[in-house]
């Protein structure tokens, strides 16, 4: 691939800048430029389209980068490539010893999501729906795997208490992929979004519980405690709130979006074949699970 992404790199003005892989599907190219990899195009055509709006609405996002013949992006048989001017900063790895972080990282994401709402007024994007998808390939998956990892009661349960709050939740364009890694921050101050890769029209609630599993995941290395994080969940949460209020519905469906969320997981990592990583999801679900009621508190 060294060899490729070095053929790649001259169809654009660039010249005799050192290349280094920074991700399994990113390189740094100089010190100004990150290029991305892709095998789907419409993946690559949905981050160009959000990536171009949000600059041109003012929001810090990575400036794509134009090719020699003033194409968005190169390909090859296999992939497709996208140049984007790199932003100052890294993403923060010691969020649990820092709530102005997590206020900060509250704050950032609902100037997104204002952000969003003004990329919606503009084009036409990706509907979906958590509901659909829980009652869907969801459900089919612990079915056909005879309900091994949740029982069917509780699985149930789980869209029971999600349906009732559902019709009442915003609908919005969402980023779909909020992690640390995302969000960039320069000296505690932040600096930038990153990859949208994922971005869909559901409900605005996700993308704050999507963040907040992912604190406890142990691909993230995080170490979070259970105390760190109520605590990152109550001033994340107050953070979004400063900007952006949420419905009470909102409130009342976080943790049922969150245990459909790790369900999600779930199934997606039993159809992978990845056994360790769907017991790990399991795991997350159980905590949400066992507090519910605290987790409500916390937000209230």
Known sequence: MDSKIQQIINEWDIDGEEVKQIYDSAWQVGENAILKTYKDVNLLQRNIKILSMLEDIGIPVGRIILTKSQKNYAEDDEYYYILTKKLVGNNITDIQNNMQIAL????????????????????????????????????????????????????????????????KLPLQLIHRDVHLGNFLFDKDKFSGYIDFDLSQRNIRIFDLCYFMLGLLSEEELLDVTEEQWFNILKYFFEGYEQECKLQLEEKLAVPYVMESIELLFVAWFIEQNDIECAEDAMKIYQFVEKNIERILKVIE
Not at 116 to 126: N, P, S, T
């Open 104 to 167: 900060e990282m509250g704050r950032v994401l609902a100037r997104l999501h204002k952000a969003f709402k003004e990329c919606e007024a503009r084009e036409e994007f990706w509907n979906n729906s958590l509901l659909k998808e829980m009652k869907g390939w969801i459900r089919d998956v612990f079915a056909k795997n005879k309900w091994k990892y949740i029982e069917e009661s509780k699985f149930e349960n789980t869209i029971y208490n999600l349906e009732k709050l559902y019709d």
